[in-house]
């Protein structure tokens, strides 16, 4: 029994020892990171030495954009974590090697700048002895010269020793007031550097402490923590050859990351999601509304305020669901009940998770009282009817994800960097448009399909036709399977006009009637015949209070389904147009066509426009 209690003695010491070791200061390797909108997701991969046990662990060296109360640990590999601290401490230089350069590199500029400093007093006191000595020299040469024993060459020499030293002095005080700028322009510049790489904080490191039982041939943990001043948008290549099928289109990514650590070799995903943290869905509260007695002359909710209150409330829900997930970085669920085995250490930890949970569900209580305004003006908002959702703005309702092939490094930069996120080739239909009544160009276009797996996020696009860019454009958010229509620039070969040949006035009961006769025209200056897919527009008004028809035209308008199904309802013509080669002046292709207009003859179209001064 003695040498049991005694093995136990001595076994609970060494447990003591070990806990009680020098922390294992390290800071692993940056491994996978998310970038969404503002904020990335970083993870670094942390490998612990044996021999294990339980071990106090400082993650060293976390950015200065970390958002503290993101940074959670989970067990890899056997390392079982039982508690994670962040902490930010002061200290007397700036641990990184980037930041330590600048730091030692301020501190020669600052000596040089004392010293330059000291040699202009010195100057100063050199001058202002030269200013003394002349003081001297010619009240006694004056006396010498009175009683007639002046020494011509002593006077002679101090004279030429006064002005030697005055150049001197003149030349070496412009020579050291010239080095004092440069150190000064040379000074705000490293200032301006270190701003930039630490964000302007402090100097001071930002750690993780982790407490964890590690096996005895060591053991991996992952350290995730979010960092702000990232973020990524998206770009476009379009790239074809002269009559081509295809276009190769490349997905590319800007993305801006300020986060104050290099990211290298990591594997990359983008997300226009975000980065929330909350696993629990908010509560759905009870409806409940109650009637009061109808006010005469009180005014119902009418359906020309609706959508816009609909609109601020709607808004008012996203914005709270925004923060919502937010305030769930405050969360380290996973950890939570080996916090409560580190009670004393986490207790800081443990009152910010209360206060997150307790704001987490005002937004929840937040939320409810939102939806239910919305629900109470659908039921008291009279003959209201549903408008259509169909068409997206942005990608306001797409939520992404894009996941780099390759492991790619991105260092921590003021300028946005460009990634490529795929490349490949899309079907494609030329043709080649034009508006007479916007404009005389007639653009190379083509209608694109998105056959590939990834949904393809509104961005701006640069073409290139033939090798060379013909400029820039703007691609909408488009799904797996849809349609979209990009353009390759200006054909300078076509041009088109729009010319009214005849305009007539006549009254038919008690409408005026309004006949125009239009021709549009299309010239070819090139060697090869084009079709040409020219378009116009008859006028629209509301509530049908002026209607136009189309009377007669030279050609048949284009039998394209979706141009009948959707742009023909709006009264926009388009008809598909042979050019010739060569069909310049008189020998340009035409089209003629008539319209007519009827409203009210009590009645004038307004819109007159004014000639501007």
Do not use: C
């Amino acid at each position: 029994m003695k040498h049991f209690v005694t093995l136990f003695v001595l076994t609970l010491s060494a447990v003591i020892v070990n806990a009680a070791d020098k922390p294992l200061e390290l800071r692993g390797k940056i491994d996978s990171v998310t970038v969404y909108r503002g904020q990335a997701l970083v993870a670094r991969v942390i490998e612990v030495p044996a021999p294990g046990g339980l071990k106090e662990i400082v993650i060293t060296d976390l950015p200065p954009r970390v958002v503290a109360s993101s940074v959670f640990a989970e067990s890899l590999d056997g390392a079982e974590v039982r508690s994670v601290l962040f902490r930010e401490r002061a200290v007397d230089k700036d641990v990184r090697e980037e930041a330590r350069k600048l730091d030692d590199a301020l501190r020669g500029v600052q000596d040089e700048i004392v010293a330059n400093q000291r040699g202009l007093q010195t100057l100063a006191e050199q001058r202002e002895y030269l200013n003394k000595l002349e003081g001297f020299v010619a009240p006694t040469a004056q006396l010498e010269l009175t009683k007639g024993v002046l020494n011509a060459e002593t006077i002679k020499t101090l004279t030429a020793f006064q002005f030697d030293q005055r150049a001197l002095v003149a030349v070496n005080e412009l020579k050291l007031k010239k080095e004092g700028r440069e150190l000064t322009d040379k000074l705000q510049i490293l200032q301006r550097q270190r701003a930039e790489l630490t964000g302007g904080s402090n100097r001071s490191v930002r750690e993780a402490v982790i407490f964890a039982q590690i096996p005895e041939a060591g053991g991996k943990m992952r350290l995730r923590y979010l960092v702000d001043s990232a973020t990524w948008f998206p770009s476009y290549n379009l790239r074809a050859e002269h009559d081509a099928k295809q276009v190769r289109l490349e997905f590319n990514a800007s993305i801006q990351q300020l986060s104050g650590e290099d990211w290298t070799d990591v594997q990359m995903t983008l997300s226009t999601a975000t980065p929330s943290m909350v696993a629990m869905a908010p509560a759905l509260d009870p409806l409940s509304v109650s009637l009061q007695a109808a006010v005469s002359g009180k005014p119902d909710a009418s359906a020309a305020g609706y959508y816009e209150l609909k609109s601020q409330l709607e808004e008012t829900k996203k914005t709270l669901n925004y923060q919502r997930g937010t305030k769930g970085n405050s969360f380290n669920r996973d950890n939570a009940p080996m916090q409560q085995q580190a009670q004393q250490s986490m207790q800081p930890n443990g009152e910010q998770n209360q206060a997150a949970g307790d704001e987490v569900d005002g937004l929840d209580r937040a939320i409810n009282g939102t939806a239910r305004d919305l629900q109470v003006l659908e039921i008291m908002s009279k003959d209201v009817q549903k408008k259509s959702d169909s068409k997206r703005t942005g990608d306001e309702t797409v939520s992404v994800t894009y996941q780099l092939a390759n492991r790619t490094s991105l260092p921590s930069r003021q300028d946005m960097q460009l990634i490529q996120v795929a490349s490949s080739q899309v079907k494609a239909e030329f043709f080649k448009l034009a508006a007479p009544v916007l404009t005389t160009y007639v653009y190379d276009q083509a209608t694109l399909t998105n056959d590939g797996k990834m949904v393809l996020l509104a961005g701006p696009s640069a073409s290139y036709l033939g090798g060379q860019f013909v400029g820039g454009g703007q691609i909408p958010t488009v799904a797996v399977g849809e349609t979209f229509t990009v353009g390759f620039g200006i054909d300078s070969a076509l041009r088109a006009r729009r010319e009214m040949r005849t305009k007539t006035e006549t009254t038919q009961g008690g409408n005026k009637v309004l006949n125009f006769e239009y021709q549009l025209i299309v010239e070819n200056f090139g060697s090869t015949p084009a079709t040409v897919r020219l378009t116009d527009r008859l006028p629209t008004s509301k509530e049908n209070e002026v209607t136009s028809q189309l009377i007669e035209s030279s050609l048949e308008l284009s039998k394209d389904p979706t141009y009948l199904k959707q742009d023909r309802k709006n009264n926009l013509l388009r008809w598909d147009l042979p050019v010739p080669a060569q069909a310049i002046g008189p020998q340009a292709a035409t089209l003629d066509y008539k319209f007519q207009l009827q409203f009210d003859r009590q009645m004038s179209i307004v819109g007159m426009p004014t000639l501007r001064k």
